[in-house]
């Protein structure tokens, strides 16, 4: 891997993060960043995946407004309260 340039600020964070004895080296805290996000983007691609999902069950199912799944919930609610 060729070598990494970092900005002052980040180069100070990580030279203390190892100094601090939390990382063994500076590719150890590398490989942990790196790792780091690995993990944010699969859940990025998770959660438009899930976006996604839910544009074509609208698509499909048809779209319905907040006023009307509020009105609907209401409805639930009362007729919840009016079995009580």
Known sequence: ??????????ERFAEEAVASGRY?????LLA???SLLQRAEAARAE???SLEEAEAEAEHD???SLDDVMAEADQIIAA????A
């Not at 919840?80 to 079995?83: G, H, I, L, V, Y």
């Open 80 to 83: 919840k309260r009016a079995a």
């Open 24 to 28: 063994r080296d500076m590719a150890e």
């Open 47 to 49: 959660f438009i995946a």
């Open 1 to 10: 891997m060729n070598a990494v340039t970092l900005p002052p600020e980040l």
């Open 32 to 34: 942990t960043s790196v």
């Open 62 to 64: 048809g779209w319905r």
